[in-house]
Nanobody, 127 residues
Framework: VQLVESGGGLVQPGGSLRLSCAVS????????VGWFRQAPGKEREFVSA???????????YYADSLKGRFTISRDKAKNSVYLQMTSLKPEDTAVYYC??????????????????WGQGTQVTVSS
């Protein structure tokens, strides 16, 4: 399984950005893709996740503090997962990672629920 992030960059506060995660060699049993982020000097934290199955949109999960500003989606035809980020704040500055795995409900918001990680993409929110 390989995951490659793209779409990071510099954006002004209040702006929007869409991250992409291209997935290849995906697992079939309960696969999910998650987004995590790590700010300088801080631990990596859960952002959002989506199950590959589960209807047209898949089951989605968000960090409580980010719900309403971030939206996760997937495109099965393109084997890609997206993270649409809006109303960005300087505290959203971090390296954003996508991860693939077979998490169960209790682990889908934890790093331990994922076995494969991308290299990360930098998001900087600054004026």
């Amino acid at each position: 399984v390989q995951l490659v992030e793209s779409g990071g960059g510099l954006v002004q506060p209040g702006g929007s950005l869409r991250l992409s995660c291209a997935v290849s060699g995906f697992l079939l049993d309960r696969p999910a893709v998650g987004w995590f982020r790590q700010a300088p000097g801080k631990e990596r934290e859960f952002v959002s996740a989506i199950r590959w199955s589960g209807g047209s949109t898949g089951n989605t999960y968000y960090a409580d503090s980010l719900k309403g500003r971030f939206t996760i989606s997937r495109d099965k035809a393109k084997n890609s997962v997206y993270l649409q980020m809006t109303s960005l704040k300087p505290e959203d500055t971090a390296v954003y990672y996508c991860a693939g795995g077979r998490p169960i409900l209790s682990t889908i918001r934890t790093e331990g629920g994922y076995t494969n990680w991308g290299q990360g993409t930098q998001v900087t929110v600054s004026s």
